[in-house]
Structures are given as C-alpha cells and as structure tokens.
C-alpha cells in the first residue's frame, strides 16, 4: 500500500516528456511577451520603431536562435493554429475596438468608414484577385483554382493598422484616426466576411447563378452578425440594470460584462457568422449602454481589463508571427525554386497597392463632396495617410493563409508552401518596411501647426458635446419640424432633408429614439441605476 501511494505521488509531481517540453516553451514565451512590452516602453518615443515591429523583431530573433540551438530542425516554439487565434487571440482585440472607440465621431464618418471598409474592400478584392491570375500565369503559378485566387483576394485584402494607430493621436487628429480605426476594423470583418463566403461555394464554375448566391451569403452574413452583437450587448446592458449587481459585489458585474462579450463571439462562431462584426459591436453597445449601468469602480476596471487583455493580444500576435516566419518546413519545400516566391511576394505587394488607391482616393473624393465644412473634408496629405495606414498586412492574412493553403500548420504541396511562403514575405515586408516609415511620414503630411489646431478644435467639441449631451437628459425631445443646428448636427424637418443630408438625418433620429426608449430601458448615460453607497450616487435616474 505504501508502495502504491509512493507511486502515485511521485507520478504527481513528475512531468511526461512532451508536456514538461510544452510548459518550457509557453514559460519561455511568457518570458518573451515581457521582454517585448519592456523594449518596447524603453524604445517608445524612437522616431522609427513601435512596440509591434518590436514584438516582431524579438519574434524573428528568438526564431534565429532556437534555429541555430536545433541545428536547423525547428525555428518556433508553438505551431500556428489559425484555431487559437481566431478563438482566444482575436476576440478581445476586437471587442476593446468597439468598447474604446469614440461613437460619435465613428458614426459621423459612418458612411466614409463603411464605403472604406466595405465598397473598398471589395475593390480590392476583385484588383488583387483578377491581377493575380494574371501575373502568376506568367510566373508559371498555374495549378491556382478560381478559389484559390479569390481566397487570396480575401487574405490580402485584410488591412493590420495597428502600426499606425499608434503613431496617430486620437485627440490631435479625431477625423483621421476615426477613418483608419473604424476602416480597418470593418475592413477585417468584411475580408473574413467574404474568405468564409468563398470556402462555402464550388467556384470551379462561377455562374450568375452562383454569383448572387455568393453576395446574398455576404449581406446575410453581415447583417447577422451585427444583429447578434447588438443583441447580446442589449441583454447584458438589461440584466445588469434590471439585477443591481453593484449593491453586493462589483467582481459579479466585471465578470459578467467580460464573460458575455465573450459569448457573442462564440455564438457567433458556432452560428458560422462573422464573429469579428459581431463582437465588435457587441463591443460598441456595451459601451453605449452596459457600462453606464455599473458601479464606478467596475467601469475602471472594465475600460482597464479590456484595455490590457487587448494589448497583450497584439503583443502575441506579432512575437507569434516573427517566430512562424522561420518555419523551416515551409521554406524547404520552396528552396528548389526561390525565385518563383520572391516574383509572387512581389507581385501581390504591387497588387496590394494598387488595390488600396484605387478605393482611397475616388472614395475620398466622393466623401468631400458632402461634407459642407473645409475642416471636415479629407484632404490630400490625409487621403496618402489613410492609403498608407492599410497597405500592412498582418496577423489576420496570416491566419486565412494558414486555413486556406495548409492542414494544422504544416504542408508538403509546392503550391500550397509558395503561398504560405508569399504570405510571410508580404506580411514581415509590409509591416517592417510600411510600418518604420509611418511614424516620419505622418511627421511629414501631417504638420505640427494643423495638429494642434485640430487638437484645440476636438477639445472645443467635445466640451460642447458634454454640454449638449447634459441638457439633452432635462429637456423635452425636440419637435421634428424645428430647424436647428446643435451638437453640429442638422435637424430634419421632413424625408427631403433626410435625402440631403442623410448621416445627420439619420444621427438625430436615433437620438429621438435613444432618449426615448433605448437608454429608458437599457440604461446608460443618464439612466443608470441607483447603487447606495457607491460613487455612482449622483447620477440621474
């Protein structure tokens, strides 16, 4: 017996093989996710690098070095599983893009950001997938289906703007960094939107038939998913008003608000939507909505939670990515013709740029059209920021390349490893060679004398916006044939003025029906509940 129980104990505490191999390596990845945000901070106000490339550099280096420790048998801890990333990495990257984001002015620019994000994509969907059939039959890449060739339109088309959202200031420059922010994030859902609508057709015969079937399955996935986000943002903002969490334990309101923003991304990948749309708007509601109904220390803790478990995500995507870069295996399959993924990286570099102005700068054009204000318009130097801030490709392309053109990571067909290949090229290019020069070209375009102009006008408007906003909770709604200017805002006095000036028409009705019903329901600014004793006392209600 006392044998037995010495066995047992000693198996305890003794590690098989592989999974002591396993916890090394997620210890030495640990390990360097703080080296990461550590160089990072010391290396934060270079005028080249940022804590992406950072991440990525550290990546390619520790790649280089367990390279050279296996003698060239292995160059990555961890294989990449396009599973992992969309399940555990991408969620709370996305939601902290809803939650943080500055509502009014995304929905201002709406219209700008989704013809961005949306009409843009899909143009250069279409640029990248027609110029690479083109420009690979010449390279002698001819063993590409049409399925193959759209997947790439829909891998490439995924913008990663994180390089210069970091550059840029969200005070100093409101209008153009709600542009790039609310594009990329649209941009993301609609390349996924339409990778997963391509894996679901036989497109060996592309028909008009199959055509429509195939914008049909994108509207539908996009409406879904934004429903579903809506919807699930709307109970967790009821159930916490209706239940007053906050009157005895503030960790029930936190963990509920994480673990529901988490659910709309799980529902809506076992749906089979687009779960990047449907938790950021989860995300956006929220905000809107749930936030206001908790207690004054949850909203510190929620807007920090998901601040940091955002940035820790990022982190790990690009040290992630400058790991896989060196994976061996792939580049050994290739080494037999290196030319041919060197001329494929290249030719969907190009592409990637000619897609991306040939959407910017007519759709730009369109946009200035109807905005009345000289400030408002999207100038020039602007439109070159905005193009620039999409030609990187990131870990979203990655993770389409690797589901698309592998199986768990690994692959031993020529064409399959020339795309992964191609993939990792464009990617570790685009981000390191796009992303240093981001920092000094934004120096250049955009000068010190109009930032602070800018900076000084968006603290104006917000100052009015927080007044306006206050008297809106005491004063009878507005009647809808007074014709008035506030908050910028135009309001209509009939369905011709919601033809002439639609994004202000449409903004001022919302507000007719969330000051009405929404936040009376849901709660929100104004309307959240009252918690005794909390800080949250004075609130109105």
């Avoid at 929905?107 to 083109?134: C, D, H, V």
């Avoid at 993770?399 to 290949?421: D, E, P, V, W």
Wanted: glycine fraction near 6%.
């Amino acid at each position: 017996m006392a044998s037995s129980m010495e066995s047992v104990v000693m198996s305890l505490g003794m590690r098989s093989g592989a999974e002591a191999l396993r916890i090394d390596a997620i210890t030495l990845f640990v390990a360097l996710l703080c080296a990461s945000i550590l160089i990072g901070h010391l290396l934060e106000k270079t005028k080249w690098m940022n804590e992406s490339i950072t991440a990525l550099v550290i990546g390619l280096c520790t790649g280089v070095i367990i390279l050279l420790t296996t003698k060239g048998k292995s160059s990555h801890l961890f294989l990449f599983n396009e599973e992992l990333f969309f399940i555990y990495v991408l969620p709370p990257i996305i939601f902290n893009a809803g939650f943080q984001v500055k509502k009014k002015r995304f929905f201002e620019n709406f219209m700008t950001i989704m013809s961005f994000g949306i009409i843009g994509t899909l143009i250069s969907f279409f640029i990248i997938s027609f110029g690479a059939e083109k420009l690979f039959n010449k390279l002698g890449i001819d063993y590409l289906d049409t399925g193959d060739l759209l997947a790439l339109g829909a891998i490439f088309s995924a913008t990663d703007s994180v390089c210069t959202l970091q550059v840029l200031n969200q005070e100093q420059t409101p209008l153009l960094y709600s542009l790039v922010f609310g594009e990329g994030v649209v941009n993301d859902a609609t390349s996924v939107v339409l990778f997963n609508a391509i894996q679901r057709f036989d497109l060996s015969h592309i028909t008009s038939g199959v055509a429509l079937q195939l914008v049909g399955n994108f509207i539908y996935l996009f409406v879904t998913s934004t429903l579903l986000g809506v919807a699930v943002g709307l109970a967790s903002a009821y159930a916490i008003k209706k239940l007053y969490f906050g009157r005895h334990s503030t960790d029930r309101e936190v963990a509920l608000m994480i673990i529901m923003a988490y659910l709309s991304y799980i529902m809506a990948e076992s749906f089979n939507l687009s779960a990047i749309l449907t938790v950021f708007f989860c995300g956006i509601v929220m905000s809107h909505y749930t936030w206001h109904n908790v207690t004054e220390s949850s909203r510190v803790t929620t807007r920090h939670a998901f601040a940091s478990m955002s940035f820790i995500a990022e982190i790990f995507i690009f040290l992630y990515v400058g790991m896989d870069a060196l994976d061996i295996e792939k580049w050994k399959v290739v080494k037999n013709s290196p030319g041919t993924s060197v001329g494929a990286s290249a030719i969907l570099v190009g592409l990637v740029l000619v897609g991306r102005a040939a959407f910017i700068f007519p759709l730009s054009f369109l946009s200035n059209l109807s905005r009345k204000s000289q400030n408002d318009k999207i100038t020039f130097n602007k439109q070159v920021v905005i193009w620039w801030a999409g030609l990187m490709r990131g870990a979203v392309s990655m993770a389409l390349a690797y589901n698309k053109f592998t199986s768990s990571g690994h692959t031993q067909l020529r064409g399959n490893a020339i795309m992964i290949t191609s993939t990792i090229t464009v990617v570790l290019f685009s981000t390191v060679v796009f992303g240093l020069l981001t920092k000094p070209l934004i120096r250049v375009l955009l000068t010190r004398r109009d930032s602070n102009s800018r900076s000084s006008s968006s603290i104006m408007s917000s100052e009015l916006t927080e007044i306006a906003d206050t008297k809106s909770l005491t004063l009878p709604l507005l009647d809808p044939e007074t014709e008035m200017r506030s908050n910028g805002i135009f309001r209509a006095k009939s369905l011709s003025m919601l033809l002439k000036t639609p994004s202000n028409a449409v903004h001022y009705y919302w507000r007719r029906l969330d000051d009405s019903f929404m936040r009376p329901v849901f709660g929100g600014r104004g309307y959240s509940p009252y918690h005794p004793g909390s800080l949250t006392e004075g609130s109105l209600h």
